[in-house]
């Protein structure tokens, strides 16, 4: 991917979270990654939405975490956290974080988001997690905080045995969601279903505050039927080309 196809994918990605209500003010952030280049784009650090062109966004080294290109902007005080998802994450090619006010009240209130129903199923292999606390010396890390926050999150799903590309999201305890998926795209389509699980499991557990989450049986159903080898939701790729030719 050249760099100026790496600032445009990531500044759509951008774009689409404010588009679809994810972000207020400059709360998020999205980032794309070309992995044959060790380069991943990202947003510049407090530049708000309406302002942003693909020319804003940051090339940072994947490896160092450095800035790539004179005269660039500061990119996102996150982008530790992005790198460190990116790094450890296989597979994954494009990272989302918001504020998004359902999945950020879960994160606040330190609980994982139960699977209670088949739409969340349909994305998510089980419940959505919430990482333990950062340690005091992890917050005071100076800029290292962020680095650590990208951490905790992989030891969480290294402690559960997560696969990140079935369960393509996380809630930051504390602070807020992150998602992810093979590109930009799938990422922010990802993020828009967190957030929507998120407000239909706060109003599940307020109709009824011991509602259980569906069977494992039916949870792997709807998971697998749109997911995997077997998968047969949609249409297939030579027949959504003929439908819709170049």
């Not at 994918?9 to 060790?38: K, P």
């Not at 950020?104 to 419940?127: E, M, N, S």
């Amino acid at each position: 991917m050249t760099d100026r196809a790496l600032r445009e994918a990531a500044w759509a990605a951008n774009r689409a979270i404010q588009e679809q209500g994810l972000v207020l003010l400059t709360w998020g952030n999205a980032s794309v990654c070309d992995r044959a280049r060790g380069l991943l784009a990202i947003k510049p650090s407090g530049v708000a939405y309406a302002q942003l062109t693909p020319d804003d966004m940051v090339l940072v080294e994947l490896d160092s975490g450095r800035t790539v290109g004179a005269g660039a902007l500061r990119p996102s005080s996150d982008t530790p956290t992005h790198c460190a998802l990116l790094l450890a994450f296989a597979g994954v090619g494009g990272i989302v974080h918001t504020h998004s006010p359902y999945a950020t009240a879960w994160a606040q209130a330190g609980r994982d988001l139960p699977c209670y129903g088949t739409t969340h199923a349909d994305y998510f292999r089980g419940a959505i997690p919430c990482t333990p606390e950062l340690t005091a010396a992890e917050i005071q890390a100076g800029e290292g905080y962020e680095h650590n926050t990208g951490a905790v999150i992989v030891r969480e799903f290294q402690r559960r045995g997560l696969a990140p590309l079935h369960v393509p999201g996380v809630l930051v305890r504390g602070h807020a969601p992150f998602a992810w998926g093979g590109d930009g795209a799938q990422a922010v389509h990802n993020a828009v279903v967190l957030e929507a699980v998120a407000q239909m499991g706060l109003r599940t557990v307020a109709l009824n505050p011991t509602a259980a989450p569906i069977s494992e049986t039916l949870l792997h159903k709807h998971f697998f039927r749109k997911h995997g080898p077997g998968a047969y939701y949609g249409q297939p790729p030579a027949a959504s080309s003929a439908a819709n030719p170049a």
